[in-house]
């Protein structure tokens, strides 16, 4: 089965600084999506950035930046120029390539709570 | 374009009660779905829709019943609530089954 891990439950940054949020992933399939979400205080899940997993190129949104190491099965969320707004609870999350089964579901992680401090 | 519409945002059942949370999108995606988010347990899927008439059970399903009569609505029924039920309940839809999925802004419901 496939399963998403977090280890980082808690991160601080400075405001302006830089902060690499941290994901490993367990999966016996070869291709898949890799997704990060953030969820502010307003509890809304926002998709801040995607990842397939045939792509060799990390995805990068704006300040958003993913380290995708495959054979490592890592997924790190690098942001960049750290803003108050940022502050949020982030989950990632894999979703299989192949419908049927178990990888229907995105499946999360436990979320790293990210501070940014001013 | 209101996107994903959960209502209601919270509730308070008391052990034995029943009720419907509601799920509404208007971006035509075929594929739905519900979650749960507990602390320290990130989101688990409850079921899933791949079209209208077609359902199925995620990780947890236990306690939960859904149906997809339209393609907009999906509700999730508590048959006999409990206080293990005590949650917030996300409400999820994309395109397809592999594509980006767009929650709702969820419910936080309390069974005492």
């Known amino acids: 089965a496939q399963t998403v891990t977090q280890s980082q439950p808690e991160m601080s940054v400075q405001e302006a600084e830089t902060v690499t949020l941290s994901c490993t992933y367990d999966?016996?399939?070869?291709?898949?999506?890799l997704f990060w979400y953030k969820q502010p205080p307003s509890r809304q899940m926002i998709l801040v950035i995607r990842q397939e997993a045939y792509k060799q190129q990390n995805a990068t949104e704006n300040r958003f930046s993913v380290n995708f190491q495959k054979a490592a099965k890592s997924f790190s969320l690098k942001i960049s120029d750290s803003q108050l707004g940022d502050a949020a609870m982030y989950f990632c999350a894999y979703r299989g390539a192949y419908y049927g089964g178990a990888t229907n579901k995105l499946i999360f992680g436990t979320g790293t709570l990210l501070a940014v401090q001013p | 374009n209101a996107g994903v519409t959960q209502t209601p945002k919270f509730q308070v059942l008391k052990t034995g009660q029943s009720m419907t949370l509601q799920c509404a999108q208007d971006?035509?995606?075929?594929?739905m779905s519900w979650y749960r988010q507990d602390p320290g347990m990130g989101l688990r899927l409850i079921h899933y829709?791949?079209?209208?008439?077609?359902?199925d059970q995620g990780e947890v399903p236990n306690g939960y019943n859904v149906s997809r009569s339209t393609t907009e609505d999906f509700p999730l029924r508590l048959l006999s609530a409990a206080p293990s039920q005590t949650s917030v309940y996300f409400c999820?839809?994309?395109?397809?089954?592999?594509?980006?999925?767009?929650f709702g802004q969820g419910t936080r419901l309390t069974v005492v």
């Open positions: 999820a839809s994309s395109r397809q089954w592999n594509t980006e999925a767009f």
């Open positions: 829709s791949v079209g209208a008439g077609i359902t």
């Open positions: 999966t016996s399939e070869s291709d898949y999506y």
């Open positions: 971006m035509n995606h075929e594929y």
